[in-house]
């Protein structure tokens, strides 16, 4: 597809280029967190309880005087790494059983669509809090389980879309020159199949930073990363007394997270273009 | 009748094959974590007393074969042994038990909630389409979708149990309070109200959504011409004939999501202090009682198939066809 044609599908849907424009701000937030605030986020800024816009600290300070807006900004960061990394780890796993069961078909299908139906029944959340807590909170094992809990849908589209191909006349010439099954999976299937995967995996970034964030909030975050997650399970308690402390991290993952799904949607509808238009 | 029978037979095994599954990994978890499995099963590493630890090695066999020991693992689960929390000092599954009310309670409530609220809402959507109501659900949906449940539930406290003073902001019922009859039960009501609503938020945005693309899919098809060629009033159609065709995927996916609506429950239990096993999982997480949170993730798992047993159910009443197709 050329690019400005694609552009131009994108561009037609006003709330994906507002959605593109919030991501941006919040990537420019996280490349400069370092520049724009220093000092470490986990160190004493202020006093304590400081109400939003006293003097040090915009968004106010936390119970032990940590600036909030310094924690959103490098909370940013982890949320967005997390977000990226284990959607990249969920498409390995996931394309790779759902290429696999696609492409084999029979017995193979079978198995690995068992595999899936048993992961898709598991409540997903509970199995990730369980593997967090047993293999002890780190960035890995956070971005590990997330990938975990998430893959199974990926591997039923990607499954979908190479049933579909693997009938059509370009894959069956492919076969009867002697292509290998790895050529052919690769470098012809896998290339005709990526836009639906490519607007599941840019909802799926979000769905990782609603996740990550879930885990950080029951105190399962990486001890060593600020995450707007840990910022709220931290003030949770005393929501009495200080709502900001609440308040403005939340609103940094509503927006993240909003933006990223605006986005997907406005990917969806440049990519699929026949999908949107029946969608009405 | 044999139709449905067979469907729920063929369920039950699967949903059997499914449990062994998950012992299985139960048990592979225990194992794969660092450190001793027995001082994994006892739970905060070095705090256990060296005789319980012993006591462990020798119940679970923990110096026979890998196979060996699975065996022993999955016939105590089967038997209903899902092992003993040295840090509450009783049996996992006793702790499990006094939990489990409060969750079902809580989850059934949201899931009921959600679907009626849901279909009522895309229903609305679908017949103005186009018009603010219409667009006003859409926002609403889209909003719901990007915000985490556990910071709606913390801003509703916020705004109706801290500002308002309305409702409780945490519990199950007043302490000390000592209601009885009626008057108990609408206190615990009373208590349940935010922790349903937050639970059930997301997921009437997701059903209302579903139930308006299919509502407006159904509406173009045949059949409903030939209702209007009929003279069938407008009500008398949306009600009997596009809804009840366009409510079967919306059932469906209802299925689907029941496991990520059991999930939800750990994080609104742990904002509302309700004291389910949602709650007692938080709680096991800061302890690090590992016996506890792998029963946990049984039980949960349980509660999805059943979850997903109700919505055939549920899909068998709305579309008496299934008893006879497959």
């Given at each position: 597809m050329m690019k400005s044609e694609f552009w131009r599908a994108f561009a037609r849907n006003k709330g994906a280029v507002l959605g593109l424009v919030i991501l941006a701000a919040i990537v420019f937030l996280a490349a400069f967190a370092s520049f724009l605030f220093?000092?470490?986020?986990?160190?004493?800024?202020?006093?304590?309880?400081q109400p939003p816009l006293s003097e040090d600290a915009l968004l106010g300070s936390d119970m032990l005087g940590r600036d909030i807006a310094a924690g959103i900004a490098h909370g940013a960061r982890v949320s967005l790494l997390i977000g990226l990394t284990s959607t990249a780890a969920a498409l390995a796993i996931g394309v790779t059983l759902g290429a696999l069961a696609g492409f084999h078909g029979g017995r193979v299908d079978d198995a690995i669509m068992r595999f899936t139906e048993l992961f898709q029944t598991i409540p997903n959340f509970v199995l990730a809090v369980v593997l967090v807590a047993i293999f002890t909170p780190s960035l890995t094992t956070i971005v590990l389980a997330i990938a975990i809990v998430s893959w199974p849908p990926l591997a039923r589209l990607a499954r979908a879309e190479f049933l579909s191909l693997r009938t059509r006349e370009f894959v069956q010439a492919a076969i009867t020159t002697g292509q290998s099954n790895t050529t052919i999976i690769l470098r012809q299937i896998l290339p005709n199949s990526l836009s639906p995967i490519i607007v599941s995996a840019s909802l799926m970034v979000a769905t990782a930073i609603l996740l990550e964030s879930s885990l950080s909030f029951l105190g399962l975050g990486d001890p060593n990363a600020m995450s707007w997650g840990y910022m709220i399970g931290a003030a949770r308690t005393v929501i009495r007394q200080a709502w900001w402390m609440s308040v403005f991290p939340g609103l940094a993952i509503v927006l993240t997270v909003l933006a990223l799904n605006l986005v997907g949607e406005g990917l969806n509808d440049a990519l699929n273009p026949k999908l949107a238009r029946s969608r009405g | 009748m044999l139709g449905f029978a067979q469907i729920f037979a063929s369920r039950l095994v699967k949903a059997a094959v499914i449990l062994i599954a998950i012992v299985v990994m139960n048990f592979f978890l225990v194992h794969a974590a660092p450190g001793d499995p027995a001082m994994v099963m006892a739970g905060e590493a070095g705090a256990a007393d060296e005789k319980f630890v012993a006591q462990l090695r020798e119940q679970f066999g923990l110096d026979r074969p890998i196979l060996e020991q699975l065996g022993t693992y999955v016939g105590k689960v089967v038997q209903g042994d899902l092992g003993f929390s040295y840090r509450q000092q009783r049996p996992v599954w006793d702790i499990l038990a006094e939990r489990l009310p409060a969750t079902l309670v809580l989850t059934l409530t949201a899931f009921l909630l959600a679907l009626a609220l849901g279909v009522a809402l895309g229903t609305l959507a679908a017949v103005t389409v186009g018009t603010w109501a219409d667009s006003a659900i859409t926002v609403v949906a889209l909003l719901a979708y990007a915000t985490p449940i556990y910071w709606i539930g913390l801003m509703l406290s916020l705004l109706f149990s801290i500002q308002l003073g309305w409702l409780p902001a945490f519990g199950y019922e007043t302490v000390g309070a000592g209601y009885t009859g009626l008057a108990h039960v609408a206190d615990v009501g009373k208590h349940l109200i935010l922790p349903v609503i937050t639970l059930a938020l997301f997921y009437m945005a997701s059903y209302a959504r579903l139930t308006r693309a299919s509502m407006l899919e159904v509406r173009g098809l045949d059949f409903i011409k030939t209702a209007k060629a009929k003279g069938l009033s407008q009500g008398r159609i949306v009600t009997r004939h596009v809804l009840r065709n366009a409510i079967l995927p919306v059932i469906t996916v209802a299925g689907i999501q029941a496991g990520q609506l059991v999930g939800g429950s750990i994080l609104i239990e742990t904002v509302f202090a309700w004291p389910g096993i949602g709650r007692l999982a938080f709680e096991a997480v800061l302890q690090r009682d590992y016996q506890v949170l792998l029963g946990i993730f049984l039980v949960t798992s349980i509660m999805v198939i059943l979850f997903n047993i109700l919505t055939d159910i549920l899909y068998g009443l709305v579309d008496p066809r299934i008893q006879v197709s497959q």
């Open positions: 220093p000092n470490d986020p986990w160190d004493m800024a202020t006093a304590p309880f | -």
